[in-house]
């Protein structure tokens, strides 16, 4: 009998469960695995896609140094270009627009401009009077008056045949009159 309790106690004996300690370590292990995976993966393409790649060095001209360095920019000047008035049948009552045009170009091309002003001053009203003319009503709306802007600024390019002379083109008085 003494051997079968031995055995019975060792059939009722529950069986060794896992140690909690090891399990820990697996699943810390694996985490931390897993972390320094991405890391090199993203090491990798951070490395890869977003550093600059590097430039060669250009030299300069004789002596090394860049004669136009260090001097001012030459600073555009603003010349009046036109006043006139022109009218727009274009809505459901006639519009007058009095306008004052006036143009920004470099300071060193100040005197071409001027000239091609005196030269060309009935072709430049005209011009811009169709414009006006020819235009949208909408267009004398806008707060900033982009499309008339550059309009203008096409024409007078057109005009002196130089589309770079004029940088800019401002009008800074415009009037508008309902004809009865």
Do not use: W
């Not at 399990?23 to 810390?28: E, K």
């Not at 890869?48 to 004789?62: E, F, K, L, N, W």
């Not at 203008?152 to 002379?165: H, K, P, V, Y």
């Amino acid at each position: 009998m003494a051997e079968n309790d031995a055995v019975e106690q060792l059939d009722e004996a529950p069986p060794p469960k896992p140690s909690k300690g090891r399990g820990r370590l697996v699943v810390i292990g694996a985490v931390l695995g897993i972390m320094v995976l991405e890391a090199l993966v993203i090491f990798v393409l951070v490395k890869s896609y977003v550093a600059p790649t590097p430039q060669d060095a250009q030299a300069m001209g004789p002596g090394g140094l860049d004669a136009a360095a260090g001097q001012k920019a030459v600073q555009p000047v603003e010349v009046e270009v036109v006043q006139f008035r022109a009218q727009n049948e274009k809505s459901q009552r006639v519009m007058i627009y009095d306008l004052t045009i006036f143009a920004v170009v470099g300071a060193d091309k100040k005197e071409k401009f001027q000239e091609l002003l005196e030269q060309r001053r009935g072709t430049i009203r005209d011009r811009f009077t169709r414009i006006v003319r020819a235009s949208d009503p909408a267009r004398f709306l806008e707060p900033d008056l982009a499309t008339l802007r550059e309009h203008f600024r096409n024409e007078l390019g057109e005009i002196a045949d130089d589309r770079e002379l004029i940088q800019e083109v401002l009008i800074p008085a415009i009037m508008t009159y309902a004809e009865g």
